[in-house]
């Protein structure tokens, strides 16, 4: 079967001992996988899965965030209700730093020159639009004024002329 997705990597070297790394009680064959998150939405976050587990659904289901895997265990019997409630506390704090590392990071980020560049274009084109919707309504009002003076002027018989030269 497939291995782990390609938007994790393994944190096997920073896993803290005290988080059991359990046989997959989903198909029984494998040792549970910690890895981390690479995905923009979920940088830097733990997860733990089956190595077997496929994203499109077709390897082994288990799969589970880092405080819902620790909950597994206490519920499984794999760890006690002092063991979880600390390593819950550690997880809570480790995603809230993480939290606040990405909001930093974003931050810091440079901003993106082409999205200026379209909000640039886009005000050009306003801009020029607006310029020409009062040519349009300028010349409308000159328009009706022309209208209006030649209905109210006097009527002028201009008999043509002979030339003489």
């Not at 997705?5 to 790394?21: A, K, M």
Request: glycine share 4%.
């Amino acid at each position: 079967m497939a291995s782990a997705s390609s938007s994790s990597h393994s944190s096997r070297r920073r896993r803290r001992p005290s988080i059991p790394l359990i046989r997959c009680p989903s198909c029984g064959v494998k040792q549970i996988l910690e890895l981390t998150a690479t995905t923009e939405a979920n940088r830097g976050r733990i997860f733990f899965t089956c190595p077997d587990h496929v994203k499109d659904g077709s390897g082994c289901n288990f799969w589970y965030w880092e405080e819902a895997y620790i909950k597994f265990l206490k519920r499984s019997g794999f760890i006690d209700e002092a063991t979880c409630a600390e390593l819950l506390k550690e997880a809570k704090m480790k995603d809230r730093d993480e939290m606040k590392k990405r909001s930093a990071q974003e931050f810091k980020k440079e901003p993106d020159v082409g999205h200026f560049k379209q909000l640039e274009n886009m005000i050009f084109i306003l801009t020029k639009m607006m310029v020409l919707l009062k040519l349009i309504q300028a010349g409308a009002t000159a328009g009706t004024e022309i209208q209006h003076e030649t209905e109210f002027a006097p009527e002028i018989d201009i008999a043509p002329t002979e030339k003489t030269w």
